[in-house]
């Protein structure tokens, strides 16, 4: 077995390890999801169901990122295929700023206002 196979069957591996993050994330996620509908023990199942999906495809999405480096500068260290990992970094950077969007519900430069709006909010609670 040569340096090359070997490197490709542990960028297999990386790749099925995203999957295996988004998919196995998304199935808890619906798991927690379930009784807390149900139950009614949250205000916000539906945004917690959101949330956590999110989450659980935008760590998917970077171990899957990982892999795709990999394979381009030690596999196929060609001018091509950097070009092709270029395309798909900044697709699954655009996939992972849309979904950190509908996570936190506001632009990233945005969440220091919030955070600062909700402060005095939380100065008033008991």
């Given amino acids: 077995m040569s340096y090359e196979e070997t490197i490709s ?14 998919v196995l994330g998304g199935l808890g996620a619906f798991i927690v ?9 949250t205000s916000q199942p539906y945004e917690d169901l959101r949330r956590n ?3 659980s495809i935008l760590l998917g999405l970077e ?8 394979r381009t500068i ?9 070009a092709v990992l270029g395309v ?8 992972s ?5 509908e996570i936190d519900g506001a632009w990233p430069w945005q969440q220091s ?7 005095p909010e939380r100065m008033k609670r008991p």
């Fill in 53 to 55: 999906l999110g989450r």
């Fill in 74 to 82: 030690i596999v196929d260290p060609t001018l091509e295929s950097v």
């Fill in 9 to 22: 069957d542990v960028v297999r591996v990386v790749e099925a390890v995203g999957a295996g993050i988004m």
């Fill in 33 to 41: 999801f379930v009784p807390r509908a149900l139950g009614g023990r």
């Fill in 97 to 101: 700023f849309s979904l950190e969007v």
């Fill in 63 to 70: 171990v899957l990122i990982v892999a795709d480096i990999v």
């Fill in 88 to 95: 798909i970094v900044v697709i699954r950077i655009l996939l």
């Fill in 113 to 119: 206002q919030i955070g600062s709006r909700a402060e």
